[in-house]
Nanobody, 120 residues
């Protein structure tokens, strides 16, 4: 199973970006998907998660500005980021828990990371 993330870039404060992360390979199910970020000199932190039933969870710092969603048919998770601030600058990583068969426990996977820079 591989994860392919895309959508990062440079944006001015107040701007928007949309990140995508697609899982490919032999997958039975994906119980949950999420995004984390790591700024220089800081620990990786949770941004948002979404479970198979579409329940979501957000870090307080992004509530009301970011929206996580998923397309189960495409095994893809999205992060719509609006009203971006300089403090949102970080490398963003997707994190996916996949089940390769009905009998296996979920396996946690990380994407390769995509840089988001918010600067004027």
């Amino acid at each position: 199973v591989q994860l392919q993330a895309s959508g990062g870039g440079l944006v001015q404060p107040g701007g928007s970006l949309r990140l995508s992360c697609a899982a490919s390979g032999t997958i039975f199910s994906i119980p949950d998907m999420g995004w984390y970020r790591q700024a220089p000199g800081k620990q990786r932190e949770l941004v948002a998660t979404i479970v198979s039933g579409s329940g979501t969870n957000y870090a307080d710092s992004v509530k009301g500005r970011f929206t996580i969603s998923r397309d189960n048919a495409k095994n893809t998770v999205y992060l719509q980021m609006n009203s971006l601030k300089p403090e949102d600058t970080a490398v963003y990583y997707c994190n996916v828990h996949v089940r390769l068969s009905w009998s296996q426990a979920p396996l946690g996977l990380w994407g390769q990371g995509t840089q988001v820079t918010v600067s004027s």
